[in-house]
């Protein structure tokens, strides 16, 4: 059974730091590992989608990087700002699973002024 | 972009009523549907997968018989909590897949913005 694990549950930065997200995954065997993004009380927004044969993605100030083989995505922000405090879930789609998605536990994160 | 829509945002119901929850592609047909449940500060739980025109597919622990799952159409699928009680309060979410194999719409689910169900 797939399970899915993000450190730090919770984390807050000053304004203008850049940080990393962790996502690990128990079971190698993806199709691709998928980030997304929850406002509190509301739906995920997808930011990045990375493909099993991929080694990162980017996206603006974002960037994320797999490593199937140790089980390991990271989500990079550079330059955090206060909008983009909100909780970021990692979820992974298994290989001939049938698009379901194994979310993570999220991580919680704060950017103050 | 692909836009998925759930109605309502919002819902409080007594206990023991019925809640029916919408989920709608606006601009794309789903051939497949998925919802999820959410606890605070917790993460997202497939309950079932839902497939146009045919049965959805539970997930292990759920209930089929309280959780009717109903996928009519392309562009509609609906979630009615049965008999609803105090612990089935939670935020309910869906999202869709369109049926194309290639491109950025076949590989993504996109997710509606999550209904509130509260049971006094």
């Known amino acids: 059974k797939q399970e899915v694990t993000q450190i730090p549950a919770a984390l807050s930065v000053p304004e203008g730091e850049n940080l990393v997200l962790n996502c690990s995954f128990t079971?190698?065997?993806?199709?691709?590992l998928q980030w997304f993004r929850q406002d509190p009380g509301k739906g995920l927004t997808s930011l990045l989608l990375?493909?099993?044969?991929?080694r990162e993605q980017t996206s603006g100030r974002l960037n994320a990087s797999l490593d199937k083989s140790s089980g390991r995505s990271t989500l990079y922000i550079a330059a955090s700002q206060p909008g983009d405090s909100a909780t970021y879930l990692c979820?992974?789609?298994?290989?001939?699973?049938?698009?379901?998605?194994?979310f993570g536990t999220g991580t919680q994160l704060k950017v103050e002024l | 972009g692909a836009v998925v829509s759930q109605h309502p945002s919002r819902v409080i119901c007594k206990s023991g009523t019925s809640v029916k929850i919408e989920c709608r592609s606006l601009?794309?047909?789903?051939?497949?549907m998925f919802w999820y449940r959410q606890f605070p500060k917790k993460s997202l739980m497939l309950m079932a997968t839902?497939?146009?025109?045919?049965?959805?597919?539970?997930e292990q622990g759920v209930e089929k018989d309280k959780f009717l799952i109903n996928h009519a159409s392309l562009t509609l699928s609906t979630l009615t909590v049965t008999s609803a009680h105090p612990e089935d309060s939670s935020f309910y979410i869906c999202?869709?897949?369109?049926?194309?194999?290639?491109?950025?719409?076949?590989?993504?689910?996109?997710f509606g913005p999550g209904t509130r169900l509260t049971v006094t």
């Open positions: 999202s869709a897949r369109s049926p194309g194999t290639s491109g950025r719409a076949g590989y993504e689910q996109y």
């Open positions: 079971d190698s065997a993806i199709y691709n």
């Open positions: 990375i493909q099993s044969s991929q």
């Open positions: 979820a992974v789609r298994r290989t001939g699973g049938g698009n379901k998605l194994t």
């Open positions: 601009d794309f047909q789903a051939t497949t």
């Open positions: 839902s497939n146009e025109g045919s049965k959805a597919t539970y």
